[in-house]
């Protein structure tokens, strides 16, 4: 079948371990925002959800840092955070190995990725789970892209990952959804938690919704950094799942609402699930490039 679903969201742990401490206007728009979210998921009927996420050090440390990661395995744990701070009791989510393998033997072709069969889920995932799947009845694929330590992959290697993982979807004979989770701006654990910067949100929100590929790689770390904090890095999953779309499929901002509560500037946006075509076939700089039309007159 295969991708039914693309979308995006934000991920911090205060929409759900704060999320009693904020004002009730600030509360209701969040719920009211991810119920747009669940609704638009639920009607796409999804029995897989690839979900790509940026963990925390929660996995993956120094050690041993894969750029690209995904999970096979037919159970997760999770929250691996302490329950009362996230306010999401810990529990088993299912998973898919069969479905993780073959996504991991097509991508492997384009892709060198980690893939793992242990994975304690963090609010990385957990959060958007506990929003749009709280029953946890759709089976997981997780995927995690490194945006906690330098060196980051380039986000034109993130877009080329969001391609090839659509490839991958569409073999597929389930009918997939496709998140990611990420930023935007935010200062998680520093000096600044708290600060958000709804310019730069707002503008990185218009170019997603526009899919405009070369507005969305034209961002250098150097600026992400300054304007949108170390926590604004993970906006290389919300690329990745524009590349899925296929670029140029204008999507649809379903809410953005900053609240400093939350320290971050909560969002759900989705993409048109359109048909990806030789067209959009691999550069070998991993961005998109025309193919000739061979009904082309000469
Ligand atoms: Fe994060």
Redesign the pocket.
């Known amino acids: 079948m295969g991708v039914v679903f693309l979308g995006i969201m934000s991920?911090a742990p205060g929409l759900t371990g704060r999320i009693g401490q904020a004002p009730a206007a600030d509360r209701e728009a969040v719920f009211e925002g991810f119920a747009q979210m669940r609704a638009r998921l639920e009607v796409a009927r999804p029995d897989l959800l690839v979900v790509v996420a940026?963990e925390?050090f929660a996995n993956f440390f120094m050690d041993n840092m894969p750029a690209y990661a995904l999970g096979m395995a037919d159970r997760y744990e999770g929250p691996i955070e302490d329950e009362q701070w996230l306010r999401i009791p810990r529990t088993v989510v299912p998973g898919n190995a069969a479905a993780s393998r073959a996504i991991i033997q097509h991508l492997i072709h384009e892709v060198d990725l980690a893939y793992c069969e242990e994975w304690k889920f963090d609010h990385?995932i957990m959060v958007p789970l506990h929003y749009l799947t709280p029953d946890y009845d759709v089976p997981i694929v997780p995927v995690n892209i490194n945006c906690q330590q330098p060196p980051f992959t380039p986000l034109a290697r993130a877009w080329a990952f969001g391609q090839a993982l659509r490839r991958a979807c569409d073999a597929l004979p389930q009918r997939v959804a496709l998140l990611g989770t990420?930023g935007i701006s935010h200062w998680p654990g520093s000096t600044q938690m708290g600060r958000i910067n709804e310019d730069f949100d707002r503008e990185f929100l218009r170019r997603w919704t526009c899919n405009d590929r070369d507005a969305l790689l034209a961002y250098a770390d150097e600026e992400v950094l300054r304007e949108a904090g170390h926590?604004g890095i993970?906006i290389r999953t919300l690329v990745a799942i524009a590349a899925a779309a296929g670029g140029g499929s204008p999507g649809e901002l379903l809410f953005y609402h900053g609240t400093p509560a939350f320290s971050i500037g909560s969002c759900a946006a989705v993409m048109p699930v359109l048909p990806t075509g030789p067209a959009r076939a691999f550069s070998r700089e991993g961005g998109h490039v025309a193919v000739p039309d061979p009904e082309a007159p000469v």
Do not use: K, L, T
């Open positions: 991920h940026a925390h990385g990420g926590g993970e």
